[in-house]
Protein backbone atom coordinates (compact mmCIF):
# COMPACT_ATOMS: atom_id res chain seq x y z
CA UNK A 1 0.00 0.00 0.00
CA UNK A 2 1.38 3.45 -1.00
CA UNK A 3 0.81 6.28 1.70
CA UNK A 4 0.67 9.77 -0.50
CA UNK A 5 2.14 12.89 0.88
CA UNK A 6 -0.71 14.42 2.28
CA UNK A 7 -1.63 11.28 4.28
CA UNK A 8 1.87 11.06 5.78
CA UNK A 9 2.15 14.86 6.74
CA UNK A 10 -0.78 14.63 8.24
CA UNK A 11 0.12 11.93 10.09
CA UNK A 12 3.11 13.53 11.11
CA UNK A 13 1.38 16.27 12.39
CA UNK A 14 -1.14 14.14 14.72
CA UNK A 15 1.68 12.14 15.77
CA UNK A 16 3.81 15.23 16.69
CA UNK A 17 0.66 16.70 18.61
CA UNK A 18 -0.22 13.55 20.42
CA UNK A 19 3.62 13.26 21.39
CA UNK A 20 4.61 16.94 21.99
CA UNK A 21 1.82 18.63 23.27
CA UNK A 22 3.61 21.84 24.35
CA UNK A 23 3.83 22.26 20.21
CA UNK A 24 0.54 22.83 19.54
CA UNK A 25 0.11 25.50 22.79
CA UNK A 26 3.75 27.11 21.84
CA UNK A 27 2.00 30.94 21.54
CA UNK A 28 -0.42 30.40 24.16
CA UNK A 29 2.82 29.38 26.73
CA UNK A 30 4.89 32.09 24.95
CA UNK A 31 2.14 35.33 25.43
CA UNK A 32 1.69 33.77 29.21
CA UNK A 33 5.39 34.39 30.47
CA UNK A 34 5.33 36.61 34.11
CA UNK A 35 8.35 38.34 34.67
CA UNK A 36 8.81 38.25 38.16
CA UNK A 37 12.22 39.68 39.84
CA UNK A 38 15.00 37.75 41.54
CA UNK A 39 13.95 36.17 44.82
CA UNK A 40 16.52 37.75 46.78
CA UNK A 41 14.95 41.09 45.91
CA UNK A 42 12.49 42.27 48.27
CA UNK A 43 10.79 44.79 48.46
CA UNK A 44 7.94 46.51 50.72
CA UNK A 45 4.80 49.03 49.41
CA UNK A 46 5.37 52.22 50.80
CA UNK A 47 2.67 53.66 53.11
CA UNK A 48 2.18 56.72 50.80
CA UNK A 49 1.94 53.78 47.77
CA UNK A 50 -0.45 52.12 49.89
CA UNK A 51 -2.50 54.61 51.19
CA UNK A 52 -2.66 56.05 47.81
CA UNK A 53 -3.98 52.64 46.58
CA UNK A 54 -6.70 52.29 49.13
CA UNK A 55 -7.68 56.19 47.94
CA UNK A 56 -8.58 54.88 44.38
CA UNK A 57 -10.10 51.72 45.45
CA UNK A 58 -12.81 53.62 47.81
CA UNK A 59 -13.48 55.84 44.77
CA UNK A 60 -13.62 53.10 42.56
CA UNK A 61 -16.54 51.43 44.88
CA UNK A 62 -18.02 54.29 45.76
CA UNK A 63 -18.55 55.28 41.26
CA UNK A 64 -19.74 51.30 41.20
CA UNK A 65 -22.39 52.70 43.85
CA UNK A 66 -23.40 55.72 41.93
CA UNK A 67 -23.12 53.53 39.08
CA UNK A 68 -26.09 51.36 40.11
CA UNK A 69 -28.05 53.38 41.77
CA UNK A 70 -30.60 53.48 39.17
CA UNK A 71 -30.05 50.19 37.87
CA UNK A 72 -28.19 51.48 34.99
CA UNK A 73 -24.96 52.56 34.05
CA UNK A 74 -24.43 54.72 31.23
CA UNK A 75 -21.98 55.81 28.88
CA UNK A 76 -20.38 58.21 31.09
CA UNK A 77 -20.50 55.75 34.25
CA UNK A 78 -18.52 53.05 32.34
CA UNK A 79 -15.94 55.35 31.49
CA UNK A 80 -15.41 56.83 34.54
CA UNK A 81 -15.20 52.93 36.17
CA UNK A 82 -13.08 51.99 33.71
CA UNK A 83 -10.48 54.90 34.02
CA UNK A 84 -10.41 54.17 37.74
CA UNK A 85 -10.31 50.46 37.50
CA UNK A 86 -6.94 51.38 35.18
CA UNK A 87 -5.76 53.92 37.62
CA UNK A 88 -5.77 51.38 40.33
CA UNK A 89 -4.27 48.77 37.96
CA UNK A 90 -1.21 51.51 37.21
CA UNK A 91 -0.78 52.11 41.12
CA UNK A 92 -0.39 48.44 41.76
CA UNK A 93 1.74 47.71 39.27
CA UNK A 94 4.15 50.84 40.24
CA UNK A 95 3.96 49.61 43.80
CA UNK A 96 5.47 46.19 42.95
CA UNK A 97 8.20 47.20 41.55
CA UNK A 98 11.53 47.30 43.17
Do not use: W
Not at 8 to 34: E, N, W
Not at 61 to 78: C, F
Request: charge should be positive; proline fraction near 4%.
Amino acid sequence: MKINRQHFTFAAICAATVFLPTSAFAGDIYYRRVYSPPPNIVRSVSRQESRDIQQIQVRLQAAKRRALRDGRISRQEREEINDLERELNRAIRSARRY
